[in-house]
């Protein structure tokens, strides 16, 4: 993962946003598996607990047997077809979650070698908004990101001031 090009300036983002939210310590359920920003929660004193990978669209025993503080989904439901599924199976009050912003000048990700790294859904500020009012959430805080990248050409320059993900946080509506 990350062989060529790690994440820094969304890594760098994403805790931010986190710590000014949720602060430690918490217990965190991270939909997806460990990865590099999973140590990186670990370090900054989270207690973190990662799915194991298991397919969120149909297996929800992971996100409803949780007894977290927070539930975290950075950059994972872009990769269901259904995540208003998960989004409403999740037993925690708390949410923090970012998306890739839908790019007008690129088509949606896809990996042709791997079949998780691919993107059924890449949102639009608002769609993501609307899925988690349906789901039954409530978002407190919101940030738009850029993600430049160190090329040339036409895509890259768009790509130095178009919001390319989005992030929130967000608590369960009470009924």
């Known amino acids: ?11 760098k983002k994403t805790i931010e946003f986190l710590e000014a939210t949720v602060p ?3 217990n965190v359920l991270d ?15 989270y207690h973190v607990a990662n799915t194991k990978g298991e397919d969120l669209d149909v297996d929800f025993r992971t996100v409803e047997g949780t007894h977290a503080d927070v539930v975290t989904a950075f950059e994972i439901f872009e990769h269901l077809i259904a995540p208003f599924n998960a989004l409403t199976k999740i037993k925690g009050n708390k949410l923090v979650a970012s998306v890739p912003l839908r790019l007008w000048f690129a088509p949606a990700y896809r990996s042709k070698t791997d ?13 993501f908004d609307w899925l988690l009012e ?11 990101f850029t993600n430049p990248v160190k090329k040339i050409g036409f895509r890259p320059l768009l790509r130095s001031f ?5 992030i929130i946080y967000a608590e369960r509506i009470k009924k």
């Open 162 to 166: 178009t919001p390319r993900y989005y």
């Open 31 to 45: 939909l997806g598996i460990e990865n590099p920003f999973s140590k990186i929660m670990q370090d900054r004193g």
């Open 134 to 144: 349906k789901a039954g959430w409530e978002i407190k805080k919101r940030e738009k």
């Open 1 to 11: 993962m990350y062989e060529n090009s790690f994440p820094n300036k969304r890594y």
């Open 115 to 127: 079949a998780w790294d691919r993107h059924y859904h890449e949102f639009e500020d608002w769609q």
């Open 24 to 26: 430690a310590p918490a």
